[in-house]
């Protein structure tokens, strides 16, 4: 009887009482009526998926640490998109379709609900019945495993599956799901493999066995050090689809390389790194021996020493490769600054330029002799020129080097450049400096035109425009809206500057330097503190004008405090009421007392 009292208590009849709000399940009132969803057809619906679950059009060749889309979370992303399959029969077909196409597994959510799973878990661990309790990191390799179990026991959802992203440490510890799991993906593209795979661990064996028999459709590649017998399989057939292939530490020959290399018809993106061992014959054509080195869209040179200018030369002759050709890097190269332009005219389809060197010495006085960085197809430059920690002075090598490079925009060499990066945050200042005044005398610039003529006609018809050299510069300073990120050694963010070209002022003086007037927008909340946080682009930049100062240079003042001057002079027609908001500068002690007050001069900075 004692039993049934306590199975009768009031304490376990009693009402349990609402749910708490933020669990509650709003009221949806029924619709009635035709359903207008089912004349859309699939290629709405699936744009409209995508929206619910964006991961699930990530098709690059990157790992999952580096291709998350959008800022919620994946996993309760991928929970909606599995409930809109389950609301109809031609919405399963199609959302279908994007969860087993690019498939990405998690660790954890991204939002408040990873605090509730984990809390049940520690309750379930804790309880007296429980017999096993899962940790929050082996929750992605029961996934792993579950999503291995579907695609062998589904050969339907198998064959739509292109992509597979997986987490860092559920790829080096659960080697065995995912080589079940890869064994049955026939047109897997893309896969988030261990770092032992790349250099030929052992235990990545069975892996690579059951990657190079079911998954021949394999776009991208990486060999490091102590895979070289893996590289040498690639010219037994493996893989003929591969895109993007990454070499990097091998000690194998440059003939083995070549062959490798053209038994890949489909690439077009190449990554060498780390190899002292190649040279510029590695371009050198061979024929009837060698097949020649590919035609490649992207091409990366990182600690190559031995490459240089002449092989790049080299490998620009052939009309394909030059065609082809879109983006080029160069990272501590062979390939010095001052002999990019030697091949640079000849990329006629190069629009990225990434060059990253350590400067050891200064250009010199060779940079008046030096042609400019010439380029009608070059869309974004990474200019990334560092000073050696070795050099001790006042002036730093790095400095000649973006001196070179303010001259060659100032002479109009690269018309299409949108995008500069660059590692000297007074760049943007550099930029508004006046180029240097033309030659006085007539003949010296004929003599000069003519010698480079006499250069161009001996280098043939690739080479370029030889009438613009550094020493007399074109008075015209920029043409196009130039995008300049900068950063110091010791930032970790780049700073922006937009420098944008004005119309050509009616009201000159044949004596001065004329030339455009750009307007600057500098990250200031970031380089001189929160209080120049207002205004500009996003609320963080600082927009000043740039007008003329006299003297053939650029001066900046705020645009709040006063109007852009329609002549380089400052004035609106005449007078100085555009200027009557300014403050005028400090009075330099004695010095109207000694009479070297000089209000009616021209060269006054604030007339």
């Known amino acids: 009887m004692g039993l049934l009292k306590h199975f009768r208590s009031k304490s376990h009849l009693r009402d349990p009482g609402p749910k708490s709000p933020d669990r509650a399940i709003p009221y949806m009132p029924a619709r009635y009526g035709r359903d207008f969803t089912t004349r859309l057809p699939d290629t709405i619906l699936e744009s409209i998926f995508t929206y619910v679950c964006p991961h699930t059009s990530d098709e690059t060749y990157e790992p999952s640490e580096r291709s998350q889309i959008g800022d919620g979370c994946m996993l309760c992303d991928l929970r909606d998109l599995a409930h809109s399959a389950q609301v109809s029969r031609k919405w399963y077909r199609v959302a279908q379709k994007l969860l087993?196409?690019?498939?990405?597994?998690?660790?954890?959510h991204y939002c408040a609900l990873e605090e509730e799973l984990a809390e049940r878990r520690r309750k379930a661990a804790k309880h007296f019945r429980s017999k096993s309790s899962v940790e929050a990191g082996e929750v992605p390799n029961i996934r792993l495993s579950l999503l291995a179990r579907t695609v062998r026991e589904s050969a339907t959802l198998a064959s739509q599956v292109l992509f597979l992203k997986v987490p860092y440490m559920t790829r080096e510890t659960s080697k065995g799901d995912l080589a079940r799991a890869v064994s049955a993906l026939p047109n897997l593209r893309y896969v988030d493999l261990p770092e032992g795979f790349f250099a030929g661990d052992p235990s990545c064996y069975p892996l690579r066995q059951e990657l190079q028999s079911r998954c021949s459709d394999i776009r991208k590649m990486s060999y490091r050090a102590?895979?070289?017998?893996?590289l040498e399989l690639l010219a037994q057939r493996y893989w003929q689809n591969l895109e993007m292939l990454e070499i990097s530490s091998l000690a194998i020959e440059p003939v083995t390389l070549r062959i490798v290399l053209g038994c890949l018809p489909t690439l077009h993106d190449l990554t060498l790194s780390d190899l002292d061992w190649i040279d510029d014959t590695i371009f050198h054509s061979s024929p009837g021996q060698l097949p020649d080195f590919p035609p490649l869209q992207t091409l990366k040179l990182e600690n190559t020493p031995r490459i240089t200018a002449e092989g790049i030369r080299t490998y620009l002759e052939a009309p394909h490769c030059r065609?082809?050709?879109?983006?080029?890097?160069?990272?501590?190269?062979g390939v010095l600054v001052?002999?990019?332009?030697?091949?640079?005219?000849?990329?006629?389809?190069?629009?990225?330029?990434?060059?990253?060197?350590?400067?050891?010495?200064?250009?010199?006085?060779?940079t008046a002799d030096l042609q400019p960085l010439t380029s009608i197809s070059l869309h974004t430059l990474h200019y990334e020129i560092t000073s050696s920690e070795d050099v001790h002075g006042l002036q730093k090598p790095a400095e000649s080097y973006y001196a070179y490079l303010a001259a060659s925009l100032h002479s109009n060499s690269l018309p299409g450049l949108t995008t500069l990066y660059v590692r000297d945050p007074a760049f943007p200042e550099l930029l508004l400096l006046p180029p240097m005044p033309p030659l006085p005398s007539s003949h010296t610039g004929s003599s000069l035109n003519s010698k480079s003529a006499a250069n161009s006609s001996s280098r043939g018809p690739l080479a370029p425009p030889t009438s613009q050299h550094l020493g007399p510069p074109q008075q015209s300073s920029f043409s196009q809206t130039l995008e300049v990120f900068s950063k110091g050694l010791d930032e970790t963010e780049w700073l922006f500057t937009s420098v944008t070209p004005a119309p050509p002022s009616s009201n000159r003086r044949g004596s001065v330097i004329t030339g455009g007037r750009p307007l600057s927008a500098y990250s200031a909340s970031r380089g001189l503190g929160p209080q120049w946080a207002q205004g500009g682009f996003g609320g963080e930049a600082r927009k000043s004008v740039i007008v003329g100062n006299g003297f053939g240079g650029f001066l900046a003042v705020p645009s709040e405090e006063v109007t852009r001057p329609l002549s380089r002079e400052g004035r609106w027609g005449s007078g100085e009421s555009a200027w009557s908001g300014l403050k005028l500068p400090p009075v330099?002690?004695?010095?109207?007392?000694?009479?070297?007050?000089?209000?009616?001069?021209?060269?006054?900075?604030w007339r």
Not at 323 to 333: H, Y
Not at 343 to 366: D, Q, R, V
């Open 226 to 230: 102590g895979s070289e017998e893996a």
């Open 338 to 366: 001052q002999d990019i332009h030697t091949f640079l005219w000849s990329a006629s389809s190069l629009a990225e330029l990434s060059i990253s060197a350590t400067a050891h010495k200064s250009l010199g006085l060779a």
């Open 588 to 605: 330099i002690g004695g010095a109207e007392a000694k009479g070297h007050a000089r209000k009616g001069s021209k060269h006054d900075l």
């Open 323 to 333: 065609e082809n050709l879109s983006a080029l890097t160069l990272s501590s190269t």
């Open 100 to 108: 087993y196409t690019s498939v990405r597994i998690d660790a954890v």
